[in-house]
Structure formats: C-alpha cells, structure tokens
C-alpha cells in the first residue's frame, strides 16, 4: 500500500505564499503520477495540478496558471506545490494525490492514493 502525507499548510495573509509538499512511503510510486487537488468547504474536490514521473509534463486548473507550480524531486518521492499571490477564494483543504499511471489527467476519479490533507487558510 502506498501512503501520502501532506504538510506546509497554514494560515497565511492574501498575497503571500505557501509550499505545500507530499511525501510518499510504501510502494515507490515512481513512474506514476500526482496531482493536487482541493476541496472548498461544502464543494466537491477539484484538481489543481498534476505531474508526470520525470516532471516533464504538467498539468494546471486553468484559473491557477501563473500562481501555482507544481514540482517533484522523483529520487525523493516527494512533490511541491508553490502557491504565490494566495488570495482568501484559495481557503480550501488542499489534497496529494497519486495514480498507477504515468498520465497526467485532472480526474479525481483516476487517481488511486489520497493523503489526508492540508489546510490552506488565506486572510483578507
């Protein structure tokens, strides 16, 4: 089985950054890959970014283009997103998430491994 674990959330003041990592431990994961997801409470989960195995090929919501980079360090099974610019419509609980596969997709649906979370809060 494979384990996620999120961490670098907190509160943070509009316009300022944050890093968010997920570290991964069991079954290597690599050559598959993660994404980032969260979720606004009440809302349904929606994607943020994915990325390959080799960090070649990304993936971004749309809206975030700009703002966030997601990054991985495959020797360390770990994966970053950098927030900057953060705005308070970011607040969300923010969600790692791994697939057997190298194809990076914003389907939750398609991703086999969650981690629990992180909080992101973001004041006006």
């Known amino acids: 089985q494979v384990q996620l674990v999120e961490s670098g959330g907190g509160l943070v003041q509009a316009g300022g950054s944050l890093r968010l990592s997920c570290a991964a431990s069991g079954r290597a994961l690599s050559p598959y890959a993660r994404g980032w997801f969260r979720q606004f409470q009440g809302k349904e989960r929606e994607f943020v970014a994915a990325?390959?195995?080799?960090?070649?090929?990304?993936n971004y919501a749309d809206s975030l283009k700009g703002r966030f980079t997601i990054s991985r360090d495959s020797t360390k099974n770990m994966v970053y997103l950098q927030m900057n610019s953060l705005k308070p419509e970011d607040t969300a609980i923010y969600y790692c998430?791994?697939?057997?596969?190298?194809?990076?997709?914003?389907?939750?649906?398609?991703?086999?491994?969650w981690g629990q979370g992180t909080q992101v809060t973001v004041s006006s």
């Open positions: 998430a791994g697939r057997r596969s190298n194809f990076v997709t914003s389907s939750h649906s398609s991703y086999d491994y």
């Open positions: 990325i390959a195995w080799a960090g070649d090929v990304t």
